[in-house]
């Protein structure tokens, strides 16, 4: 069987903090970041801990690693892990990293902020790998080359953030996380997304949760259901689970969803999608 030119692998799909342990073990505990393999080309969405074990991936090629990592924003679950993201420590690898445009300070130095002499003992600029910042505006239209063409769209979340869509060969794939939900469809996601063969949806609250917490930044899966059905979304993949589910508590949740929208998914930790 021939593989895919265009996978998406998930390594972290929870929001808030990591919660590892015997509770989590079948969907994962690690933060928020999601692999895409385009052809050759090797796109990273979010930093949470879950670049962690992609970076030990990564090395164990033996080769030069060049990648693109676009961050949604720069809360903690979405960030943490990069100072542990050994490609980044060697020499020759080249990454590009993309993140919002702030009024009042650059993406760069959010990135370099956490890894500070109080809180990290390697600054950012010590790393070894050749890293260049990248700001972007929602509605930005980024050519990456090989024929990849990358969307933004603005979240609903405190503190904005980006969506992102990535377009390949007639194939797309939708990275929707952080963003709290209006009280009817919003008409600019909807457009952003439609007829996407996989859109990756902040499904962090259900619908009775969400009431206690209207105006976190996030989103349920029955709003995400919604969402998915009025823009033609072939696949859905609920993601960014919160940080009180178990895995009884979300293969509950992944039948529900199934009864409403058959293609449709929790993410785990390690699946795979080929598109």
């Not at 924003?73 to 050994?86: K, L, M, S, V």
């Not at 962090?204 to 996030?218: A, P, R, V």
């Not at 998915?228 to 993949?237: C, E, M, N, P, R």
């Amino acid at each position: 069987m021939k593989k895919s030119d265009f996978q998406v692998t998930f390594w972290g799909v929870r929001g808030s903090l990591p919660i590892p342990g015997p509770q989590t073990v079948k969907y994962g505990g690690n933060t928020s970041c999601v692999q895409l393999q385009i052809a050759e080309r090797l796109i990273i969405l979010d930093a949470g801990t879950g670049i962690y074990k992609l970076g030990q991936q990564l090395m164990k090629g033996g080769n030069r690693v060049c990648g693109d990592i676009f961050i949604t924003h720069t809360h903690w679950d979405h960030i943490q892990g990069f100072p542990f993201f050994a490609p980044a420590f060697a020499k020759n690898n080249h990454f590009n990293l993309y993140g919002p445009t702030r009024a009042d300070i650059d993406f760069a130095d959010l990135m370099k902020g956490q890894m500070t002499y109080q809180h990290f003992p390697v600054n950012l600029d010590s790393m070894g790998a050749d890293i260049f910042f990248h700001e972007l505006l929602s509605g930005d239209v980024l050519e990456l080359g090989e024929n990849i063409v990358v969307k933004t769209t603005h979240n609903n979340h405190p503190n904005g953030g980006l969506s992102y869509r990535f377009d390949f060969d007639n194939r797309s794939c939708c990275y929707v996380t952080d963003t709290e939900h209006f009280s009817c469809i919003n008409d600019r996601l909807r457009e952003f997304i439609n007829d996407t063969d996989l859109l990756i949806y902040d499904t962090n609250y259900t619908d009775e949760e969400y009431s206690n917490f209207i105006g976190w930044g996030h989103s349920t899966w029955q709003e995400g259901i919604k969402l998915a059905q009025s823009a033609g979304v072939k696949k859905l993949v609920l993601f960014h689970h919160d940080k009180e589910r178990s895995d009884e508590d979300m293969d509950k949740i992944e039948k529900q969803a199934q009864e409403h929208f058959p293609d449709c998914v929790a993410a785990r930790e390690g699946m795979v999608i080929s598109l």
